[in-house]
């Protein structure tokens, strides 16, 4: 089965910046869509953000201009640059396989507070 872990996230200010990393093994990883989700308590999974097999980029309006999406493809790793961190950011994030019915996996807290 394919396996996602996420890392990097942690407790910035408002205004900060945190890389969150996703590692992925036994999938397909190059050419694949992939994509950031997020989670608050209560509430359903957002998309963040998307990065297409030939690196296009797709945002949600409230990230767009402080997120950046990346990934290297030969490290099966995808990466999510989050700049000027607001309140609102905080969320458990997530990384998988964007049209692949991937299993979550453990997620990383971001927790952006003063």
């Known amino acids: 089965q394919v396996q996602f872990v996420e890392s990097g996230g942690g407790l910035v200010q408002p205004g900060g910046s945190l890389r969150l990393s996703c590692a992925a093994s036994?999938?397909?990883?190059?050419?694949?869509?992939m994509a950031w989700y997020r989670q608050v308590p209560g509430k359903q999974r957002e998309l963040v953000a998307s990065?297409?097999?030939?690196?296009?980029?797709d945002y949600v309006d409230s990230v767009k201009g402080r997120f950046t999406i990346s990934r290297v493809n030969n490290k099966k790793t995808l990466y999510l640059q989050m700049s000027s961190l607001q309140p609102q950011d905080t969320a458990a994030y997530y990384c998988?396989?964007?049209?692949?019915?991937?299993?979550w996996g453990q997620g990383t807290q971001v927790t952006v507070a003063p």
């Open positions: 998988k396989r964007k049209y692949f019915l991937d299993s």
């Open positions: 036994g999938s397909i990883f190059s050419g694949i869509d």
């Open positions: 990065i297409s097999g030939v690196g296009i980029t």
